[in-house]
Each structure stands twice: as structure tokens, then as C-alpha cells.
């Protein structure tokens, strides 16, 4: 038996480990475009007794929905999408399927999320032109600018608003994968519009000395390599001991201002995409995170999205810890072992209440509140779905669903997704459902629940996104019981 | 020698029809045991995330494959190829049996395709 055990082991390790890296990339984004977006119902599998409609189609990168007092459904347009795509950001008022324009934006986008709130919407303006804003619109479309200059010109943006307390909390998303900028930065497009752009912490840190070495993306020394520290810009390397400054805004983390604006008050850090933000029935702050891809300078392997309960005043680890363990544990398969950029820890790392797919991209969050729609008290979270091979590789599509998550437990299921022998975008599957699911929110009566699909975005071999306009649809489930 | 050539050949990735379930209806989890929902919850804990709802995902799929429990705890204990191993000091005895226990129903359960 102990040479059986023995040989077993040694075959299956052959076999195993051949087998997973010679096996290609096959992510969602993998494939070929439609000339035309349709959309079916009926290729889309719920729990027994639910039925989905579609409320709009035909939007154009469209990433949230917020309802006002009456109940009626408003959509923004996000005015960017990963490829370099900028478009004009707009709040729409959907009315019997019609979109009717309340706003424009600025080529600032993307608007990643809305609220509204006594009156009024809070729209969170991505910022990857002129930084994180703010804005504050009236029903009539009249907008004023409650804070701008937050993070939001790197890879991730600013996000959120979730309307608590009297006051509006957003995140801000990190500048980079991992920390440390690099020739993946150029590639997103915004190193060549911001050279020296980089992480900034929110309390003072310091740097143990790591230096990652990369190619000359800017093409300013003639081809020689690079070398840059974390929070740092490109081509400056970080010593040991080095202490960076904390200051506010501060990118990686969780934020908020008073309604009336003003002064800014750091709620959590620490974090990477801190991306959908929403207060559970009981009254606490839960936030998805979007955990690191395999590519930069420092690249991260098999790390999940996390869901986290939000807890004021707590560093919940990145660059050094993810989904709340050491960065050591997420190295490449036959790569090297990750290394802590930080020389001391800033606080205890709380643990996930979470943790989701890897390259799932977890967005938007809402909690249902209804015995009616069931599943009172649990998260859902809408998949927007791999970005690979950009992000790493993947052997299925990743995402594509809307999931469900007891906050209790941490158990995640399927609540909506494709029909077909696996997961995948709709364009993917060559079928008429979902495509990219990036945000949900319960309708004022907990009812139905809406799910804001992005549309369609290919990635080519090298890694680069590739959005579809006017692909997007808004999408409505109700437990047929209940109609 | 039987056996091991059995192993192998599951191990060689023969996949057996889809591996997507129907999605849980309302308050199905609330009839399962205890030792099955321990099992979902240390699943949810060390596995999901790799091998989402069971199916292909950044790991292979498992609902798929009629892989025995001791394969499966020897791939967790062991951790071959990509896969990261998970020690007795990290999952227990007890809650890995409990974890095969869940995969298992979940291989069971309705299928969607």
C-alpha cells in the first residue's frame, strides 16, 4: 500500500501538473462578437420561481440603477470602459422601457454607482481623466461638485455611494495590482497620461525596500530596465526603512464626506477595488472587494474576491495580505513567492466574511430585505466576470452570474445565471442571456430585483479589453408567486 | 495495481457530462444535517473560490468527475500540480470528511446544461 501510495502520488503529480500548464486560457471574454446583442429570457436559469425580464436594452456601458421615492428605475452610463473606450457619462430615467437623458458628464468617467437620497442622486464619477468626484444631481438634472481630487486615475476608480448615517461613504480603488506601478500600467493607458502616478497610503507606512525590476514602458532610457518600490511612481526605487506619508484622500480604501460635503474621514484602508458598497439590513457596511490578477511587476495568483463587513478605523491588508492572509501564500505555479513591500504591519487583519472566485470580478451589492422575494438578510453580488488572460488564466469562464451570499455562513450560491453546460457570457455561450452582470438593487419594495448587465467586452490573446457600445440591458427578477 | 490505474485514468481529466447544478431553491440549505452544512461551510471557506459552485473556474471542475472521496482528500492533503495543499492544521480530519460529504451531494444533485 505505501508503494502504491507512493507511485500514486509521483504519477498524478506528472500528470497533474502537465496537464494544468499546458491547458490554454479560455475566460469569458475569449470569443467572438455577435454583429447584434438579443436578449431571451428563457436562457437564463433561476431558483424555481423566479422570472426575469428585461426592463431596457441597448445601453451604452451602463453600471448601476437607483430607484426614486415613486419607484422608478434611473440608470447611469459609466462613460468609460476598460480598452481606452471614453464615451459620455449619463443618467437616464427609464420609463416603460424608454430612456429619457435627465444629465450628461464630463469625459471623466466611469460613473460607477448611484444613489438616491431625500431628494436627491449621489453619482460616483470614476475620475480616470481628472480624479474621483462626487456629484450631487437634482431630479431635473442640476449638478454641483461635492468633492473631486479623489484617486480614481489609475487602474481602479472611485466607487461606491452608499448614502448611511447621514453621510456618503464611497471607495476608492488602488492605482495598481499589488502596489508597485509597471509596464501593465502603460498597458491600461493611463501610465502615458499620468508618468508619475502611484498608491498613496492613508496613515504613514513604511517601505521594507523591495524593488521589482520591469521593462522601460515609457521608453525614457532607451530600452534599459526599470526598477520601482511600492507606492512609489514608475522608475523610482524604494530603500529600506523608507517611511511614506499617510494623507487623505488615500487610495485602497473606504471613505466618507458629510452630506452637505466638506470634510473628508477615512473609515478603512487597506483594501484593492473596494468596488460595491451597501448597508445591510442591520445597519453594518459590507463591501466587495476585488482581489489581484497575475500580471505587473508583482503579480498574485489564485487570490478570491472577498466580501468584508466593514469595520470603522481597520487596515485590511493589501498589498501585503489578501482575501486576510500573508501575500507569501499566492504565488504562481512555479513561480517565486511574493514578498511583503510593508517593513511593519499596520494593524490585525480582519478575517472575509466571503471569499468569491477567483477573477470573478464581484461587483455590485445589495441586500434583499423581503419575505416576499426571500432570502431575507443575504447578499447579492453581481459577477461581471473574468477579464482573462489580462487578469491570469482561467479554465472556464469566471463569473457571469449573480450569486447569493448568507453573511452568516460565507456560503455562496447561484442565484442567476446561463443556461448551458458551463458558465459563461451569453456571447460566449452563442445564447441570448446575461452577458456581464456588474451591478443589483432591490426596487424600494424589495420585490424585484434589478441587475445592471454591462454588455458585451471581448479580451483579445494579449490581454486587452475590447467593449462593445450599446450592448448593455437592464434586467428585472420577481418570484412569480409574489406577482 | 487496479486501483491505481482507476486513479489515474480520473485524474486524466475524463470529464462526464456537465458540471452545473440547478441553483438551491429557497430555504433548501435549512434541511440539511449538520455535518453536510459543515461541510458546505468549510467548502465555502477553502475550495469555492477555485472550483466555483463546483464547476470549472480558475481549477478544474469536480462535480463532473466520479473521483472516490480518498482521491479527493489525498489532491487536498497533498496539494498536486497547480493546487495549493491544505494540512491537518488547517482542515481537520473531521471537517474534511465533511467537506467530501457536501461535494459528493452536490455531484448528486439536479442537473442544469
Excluded at chain 1, 159 to 176: C, E, K
Aim: net charge positive; with cysteine; aromatic share 8%.
Amino acid at each position: 500500500m505505501r508503494n502504491y501510495s507512493m507511485l500514486l502520488q509521483l504519477l498524478l503529480v506528472i500528470v497533474l501538473t502537465a496537464c494544468y500548464s499546458s491547458r490554454r486560457s479560455k475566460g469569458g471574454g475569449q470569443t467572438n462578437v455577435p454583429a447584434i446583442r438579443e436578449t431571451s429570457p428563457a436562457d437564463i436559469v433561476l431558483p424555481e420561481g423566479y422570472t426575469a425580464e428585461v426592463v431596457a436594452s441597448g445601453l451604452n456601458f451602463p453600471t448601476a440603477v437607483c430607484f426614486n421615492d415613486e419607484g422608478v428605475p434611473y440608470v447611469i452610463e459609466a462613460g468609460y470602459s476598460y480598452g481606452e473606450v471614453f464615451t459620455v457619462p449619463r443618467l437616464l430615467k427609464i420609463v416603460n422601457g424608454e430612456t429619457q437623458e435627465v444629465m450628461k458628464g464630463n469625459e471623466n468617467g466611469p460613473w460607477t454607482g448611484i444613489a438616491w437620497h431625500k431628494g436627491n442622486f449621489y453619482i460616483a464619477e470614476g475620475g480616470q481623466k481628472e480624479g474621483g468626484k462626487i456629484l450631487k444631481v437634482t431630479p431635473e438634472g442640476k449638478q454641483t461638485v461635492l468633492v473631486d481630487g479623489l484617486p480614481g486615475n489609475g487602474d481602479h476608480h472611485l466607487n461606491g455611494p452608499v448614502v448611511m448615517n447621514d453621510h456618503i461613504y464611497f471607495g476608492t480603488g488602488s492605482v495598481t495590482n499589488s502596489g508597485v506601478v509597471g509596464p501593465d500600467n502603460a498597458d491600461f493607458g493611463w501610465l502615458h497620461r499620468f508618468p508619475r502616478l502611484h498608491d498613496i497610503p492613508c496613515q504613514d507606512i513604511t517601505l521594507a525596500g523591495v524593488n521589482y525590476e520591469a521593462a522601460d514602458a515609457l521608453n525614457k532610457k532607451g530600452g534599459a530596465q526599470t526598477v520601482t518600490g511600492a507606492y512609489l511612481p514608475f522608475d523610482s526605487a524604494s530603500t529600506e526603512g523608507m517611511v511614506i506619508k499617510g494623507k487623505l484622500p488615500c487610495s485602497g480604501a473606504i471613505l466618507r464626506v458629510p452630506l452637505q460635503g466638506k470634510e473628508l474621514q477615512l473609515v478603512a484602508w487597506g483594501l484593492r477595488n473596494p468596488y460595491g458598497l451597501a448597508e445591510s439590513p442591520d445597519g453594518k457596511l459590507y463591501v466587495t472587494e476585488n482581489g489581484p490578477d497575475v500580471r505587473g511587476s508583482r503579480p498574485i495568483w489564485g487570490t478570491g474576491d472577498v466580501l468584508w463587513e466593514i469595520n470603522e478605523g481597520s487596515w485590511y491588508g493589501w498589498p501585503d495580505f489578501m482575501e486576510g492572509k500573508p501575500v507569501a501564500l499566492f504565488k504562481r505555479p512555479g513561480g517565486a513567492k511574493p514578498q511583503k513591500v510593508l517593513q511593519t504591519q499596520p494593524g490585525e487583519v480582519p478575517k472575509p466574511v466571503a471569499t468569491l472566485a477567483v477573477h470573478s470580478s464581484s461587483n455590485g451589492i445589495d441586500f434583499s430585505t423581503s419575505e416576499t422575494f426571500g432570502w431575507k438578510g443575504e447578499a447579492f453580488i453581481a459577477q461581471f466576470g473574468d477579464m482573462a488572460p489580462g487578469v491570469g488564466k482561467v479554465l472556464s469562464p469566471v463569473g457571469f452570474r449573480v450569486v447569493r451570499v448568507n453573511v452568516n455562513s460565507g456560503s455562496v450560491e447561484d442565484f442567476m445565471s446561463n443556461r448551458g453546460k458551463k458558465t459563461g457570457p451569453a456571447s460566449w455561450l452563442g445564447t441570448k442571456g446575461l452577458e456581464r452582470p456588474v451591478s443589483v438593487q432591490f426596487d424600494p419594495s424589495g420585490k424585484s430585483l434589478y441587475v445592471v448587465d454591462f454588455g458585451i467586452l471581448q479580451m483579445t490573446g494579449d490581454g486587452q479589453s475590447k467593449p462593445v457600445k450599446n450592448t448593455g440591458v437592464l434586467w428585472k427578477i420577481t418570484k412569480k408567486s409574489s406577482l | 495495481m487496479k486501483q491505481m490505474m482507476i486513479v489515474a485514468g480520473m485524474a486524466l481529466c475524463i470529464a462526464c457530462g456537465s458540471a452545473r447544478r440547478m441553483p438551491e431553491g429557497d430555504m433548501q440549505g435549512a434541511r440539511e444535517n449538520a455535518s453536510l452544512e459543515n461541510g458546505r461551510h468549510q467548502y465555502m471557506k477553502y475550495c469555492q473560490k477555485c472550483h466555483p459552485m463546483g464547476e470549472e473556474g480558475l481549477g478544474p471542475a469536480l462535480n463532473n468527475k466520479p473521483t472516490p472521496g480518498f482521491v479527493e482528500k489525498f489532491q487536498v492533503r497533498h496539494g498536486l500540480g497547480a493546487m495549493p495543499a491544505f494540512k491537518k492544521d488547517v482542515i481537520s480530519k473531521k471537517d474534511l470528511g465533511d467537506l467530501i460529504k457536501y461535494l459528493h451531494t452536490r455531484k448528486k444533485a439536479k442537473r442544469l446544461s
